[in-house]
């Protein structure tokens, strides 16, 4: 790919995301000329809509038409990122709407071409880190616990591959260090514990609560005893961004994030416009359940799930590490076939901002798997200490089908869940971009104990989970 398609790409995001997403009905208009589009000021805001919706299926609906369904809910409301045009278009499909909040869409910066050295000062928006700045914050930490943690390269993103840029594919293995320890080996000495944030990369609060956990493991050891413990019988495996080239796109809006949900890949649409975005959605490219529920087949949608299972690099190389960090012990195919009570490790990957806690499967709340009790006791113990509500997705948000907790619980077994970090107290800290400032007076004290309790219970969570008194709602 040459660089100047490179910029038309980085820069047609910006402007595409930056609007969010137009349904099927406005990308008709778009190109029709209505004067619904020909107004440039239909264009200058981001919409968020609450929308109110009275059947189990209204939530595919809107993702089948194109439209942007935030992961949020409050009762029967979904909530939708569009434009000043797009609450016209929900109504002629039968939903009442409300804007609830109207933001300046983005201004495209000018691409860059190489970058300079990593830096972990490297922000955005108030303090948001880059993703250099991830990656020069885990080689630090690495240089200077080299007796606690070690960093990995598991591949590359799909610019990378291209030779259009990107970046490479890290994680970082924070434990006491002893023999045997943060190998790429399923049978590990210790059980494992890992975080992912950022697949949906305008989900920003992700990367920093990750950022966070990793100086929380290494700054605590030999002064807090249970962070102590925890180092000296556990292995927290990390991946701060799982979508890079993603997140690059999101620093570019600077103090105004460019709001991009998907991976870099435009081999399947790459002249989006003012109706959507390029790239795929990499929660919904897992080869589990791929094509179900809660995914598009228009590569524009904000829930494109990619040409076939799988198909996108920065998934695939995800998928590599973990079975290279854990062994397959779900030795059924079938959907209620379970893990072995006593299988050890635990995963969590981080979303927002819908203030729950998920857990497979994923893809149809009406099918349970074969360890739904242990599942459905330790996300419940996971919403008590957060405040958040726990249940499967479609039970609480909606059905989404090639999701990573899926996926790692029916190829391996592990005990998955997905965290949406939200503001579940009216702090003014919702959204995909929140004022900086919450991460450190909201979130962390909020995620510190959720993740303690997670990774305390790596090395038998089904058992912890199964004696645990039900969580009531």
């Not at 980085?10 to 990308?27: E, F, K, N």
């Not at 992961?71 to 434009?83: A, C, M, P, S, T």
């Not at 000062?121 to 630090?140: L, R």
């Not at 503001?423 to 510190?448: A, E, H, L």
């Amino acid at each position: 790919m040459s660089r100047k398609r490179l910029a038309g790409i980085a820069a047609g995001a910006v402007v595409a995301v930056a609007a969010a997403t137009l349904p099927q009905a406005s990308l008709a208009a778009a190109r029709t000329n209505s004067p619904q589009t020909a107004d440039s000021t239909a264009q200058d805001n981001v919409v968020v809509y609450r929308v109110p919706t009275h059947r189990p299926q209204d939530a595919q609906t809107l993702m089948s038409r194109g439209y942007d369904l935030m992961e949020r809910r409050q009762g029967n409301d979904l909530f939708v990122l569009g434009d000043s045009t797009t609450g016209i278009q929900l109504s002629r499909l039968g939903f009442a709407s409300t804007a609830v909040k109207t933001m300046k869409r983005p201004t495209a910066h000018k691409t860059t071409g190489a970058r300079g050295p990593a830096d972990t000062n490297g922000t955005y928006d108030g303090g948001y880190h880059t993703v250099d700045a991830q990656y020069a914050h885990m080689d630090q930490v690495a240089s200077q616990h080299p007796d606690m943690a070690t960093v990995v390269t598991y591949g590359q993103s799909w610019l990378k591959q291209s030779g259009s840029g990107g970046h490479d594919l890290k994680a970082i293995c924070v434990t006491k260090m002893n023999q045997g320890d943060c190998r790429l080996n399923p049978n590990s000495p210790k059980p494992r514990f890992f975080l992912m944030s950022q697949i949906h990369a305008r989900e920003i609060t992700t990367g920093e609560v990750s950022w966070r956990w990793i100086d929380e493991l290494t700054n605590g050891y030999g002064k807090d005893p249970d962070i102590t413990k925890l180092m000296d019988s556990t292995e927290m495996w990390v991946v701060p961004i799982a979508n890079p080239d993603g997140v690059d796109m999101v620093a570019q809006g600077g103090d105004n994030p460019v709001l991009q949900r998907k991976n870099a890949d435009d081999s399947n649409g790459s002249s989006c416009g003012f109706g959507g975005q390029v790239g795929v959605d990499l929660n919904r490219n897992a080869g589990t359940h791929w094509g179900g529920l809660g995914t598009s087949n228009q590569p524009c949608d904000e829930v494109y799930l990619g040409p076939a299972a799988d198909s996108e690099v920065e998934n695939t190389a995800l998928e590599g590490l973990f079975r290279q960090l854990y062994p397959a012990v779900r030795t059924g195919s079938g959907e209620s076939d379970p893990a072995p009570a006593d299988a050890r490790g635990m995963m969590i990957t981080l979303h927002s901002d819908a203030s729950m806690v998920l857990f497979p499967w994923e893809y149809d709340h009406t099918v349970h798997t074969g360890n739904d009790a242990a599942l459905r006791g330790l996300a419940g113990r996971l919403g008590s200490i957060t405040g958040y509500q726990s249940g499967q997705a479609g039970e609480i948000l909606y059905d989404a089908s090639g999701g990573t907790d899926d996926w790692t619980y029916d190829k391996l077994g592990l005990a998955s869940f997905t965290i949406e970090i939200g503001d579940v107290d009216g702090r003014g800290c919702d959204g995909f971009t929140p004022p900086y400032s919450c991460q450190d007076s909201y979130f962390w004290p909020k995620m510190k104990p959720a993740l303690m309790y997670a990774a305390q219970h790596a090395t038998a969570p089904y058992q912890t989970a199964a004696n645990a008194a039900p969580h009531r709602r």
